[in-house]
């Protein structure tokens, strides 16, 4: 930006009275807090009425528009008033209304230039819609509203921040949705973690969400891209380079028959954001995830070459589920046994963990995690020989879906 706050601040220190006011607030006239919430307010808004001027003054004399649809010139009718949100409050924008005979209805240029041409009745201008969204991704519309108030000084409606969450939506899954164009250039080695999480949802007819209690949880999936060349100092394991995640997450379907011609929605999408982020191009490419089956089918078959590794944390709870299903929760057999199992498998004795696990054959929750230790921990030469057992074990006993999980 060429202009800086060097005219500003040469406008408030010729001003006498922005000196009687700081001298207030040193005899104790004003309270800081105050002060500083006063002058902000009086500066956004003379901001707000300077570029809402200027902004006027510039469309009053700007050239005719050809019309989009035909091509000849449009017909200036008059001016009218807008009056969008900013992050500086209000603007106050007086534009042309141009219209053409082969079409019924008008444009505002300025609107469509600013890009405040709002739908659905959206005024606001793109920084203060995605404030207004960024605040309600974490809280109410109501609390996203009175946030914005409180930090910036912005005052909007929930009405306004719920309009604003969709709008910003529509347009990030349009951007989704694109064609997807690398971005930046491709990392040597890539991690790519896809996850589940539940998502408290409110039904439509429960009004706000404040009053509404959510109904039901549908799962997001989402995931998250990011290299990995830097060591944890104290463990030399790999760790998340700063700065370079990069994400995707939507509610969408990871089902798919094998007679479909495309991937499951989640899997497309998967797809585009590997193309976008580096990661398809990536030489190495590194899948980390908890064992959910949905997330390893779309891994085997969008990155068949990806090294595929299992959360750590994720298996030890699976191992602690057996603790507490064989010893009962809170045991001191229980916490034994779990400690010694989740050791075993932090060294990567995965025989040693299969070994204890078939101690206590016969038992659900440990027959499932042979299963899923098989499935998830072992290298594909040893599945092969552990599902065959496995196999054999569970036909003995006539409960195959049991045993393999
Ligand atoms: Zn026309």
């Given amino acids: 930006m060429g202009f800086s706050g060097a005219a500003v601040r040469l406008l408030l220190l010729s001003s006498p009275e922005f000196r009687e006011l700081c001298r207030e607030v040193l005899t104790g006239g004003r309270r800081f807090r105050e002060f500083e919430l006063d002058l902000r307010g009086a500066l956004l808004g003379g901001a707000a009425a300077a570029v809402s001027e200027n902004l006027s003054a510039l469309d009053a004399e700007s050239g005719t528009p050809a019309c989009g649809r035909c091509g000849s010139a449009m017909v200036r009718r008059g001016t009218r008033s807008t009056a969008p949100l900013s992050l500086l409050g209000p603007l106050r924008l007086r534009r042309g209304y141009w219209t053409c005979g082969c079409s019924k209805g008008g444009r505002h240029v300025l609107d469509e230039t600013l890009g405040i041409a709002g739908r659905d009745g959206v005024r606001g201008t793109p920084a203060v819609l995605w404030a207004l969204a960024d605040l309600a991704a974490d809280a109410s519309f109501e609390k996203a509203a009175a946030r914005l108030g409180r930090l910036a000084g912005v005052v909007a409606t929930a009405k306004r921040a719920e309009r604003a969450a969709k709008q910003v939506g529509r347009e990030i899954t349009a951007w989704d949705e694109s064609a997807p164009t690398l971005r930046e250039a491709p990392a040597e080695t890539m991690c790519c973690s896809p996850d589940g999480t539940g998502v408290p949802v409110v039904r439509r007819d429960a009004g706000t969400a404040e009053d509404g209690r959510p109904s039901k949880t549908r799962e997001a999936k989402v995931a998250v891209f990011h290299t990995a060349e830097r060591r944890n100092p104290r463990t030399g394991l790999p760790e998340r380079d700063a700065g370079s995640a990069r994400h995707t997450a939507a509610i969408d379907s990871a089902a798919s028959r094998d007679v479909d011609a495309e991937p499951s929605a989640f899997a497309r999408r998967l797809w585009r954001a590997a193309e976008r982020f580096g990661f398809a191009a990536a030489k190495r490419q590194v899948v980390?995830?908890?064992?959910?089956?949905?997330?390893?089918?779309?891994?085997?078959?969008?990155?068949?070459?990806?090294?595929?590794?299992?959360?750590?944390?994720?298996?030890?709870?699976?191992?602690?589920?057996?603790?507490?299903?064989?010893?009962?929760?809170?045991?001191?057999?229980?916490?034994?046994?779990?400690?010694?199992?989740?050791?075993?498998?932090?060294?990567?004795?995965?025989?040693?963990?299969?070994?204890?696990?078939?101690?206590?054959?016969?038992?659900?929750?440990?027959?499932?995690?042979?299963?899923?230790?098989?499935?998830r921990l072992l290298a594909p030469s040893a599945q092969t020989a552990e599902t065959g057992r496995l196999t054999a074990r569970a036909l003995k006993r006539r409960t195959p879906t049991a045993a393999l999980g």
Avoid: M
């Fill in 288 to 375: 980390v995830a908890d064992g959910a089956k949905w997330i390893w089918n779309a891994a085997a078959e969008l990155f068949p070459n990806a090294v595929c590794i299992v959360d750590i944390r994720h298996a030890r709870e699976r191992l602690r589920e057996v603790g507490r299903a064989v010893y009962g929760a809170g045991t001191e057999l229980c916490r034994a046994w779990s400690e010694k199992v989740c050791a075993a498998l932090s060294e990567g004795r995965v025989d040693d963990v299969l070994r204890e696990l078939r101690r206590h054959a016969g038992d659900k929750t440990a027959d499932q995690c042979v299963g899923y230790v098989v499935r």
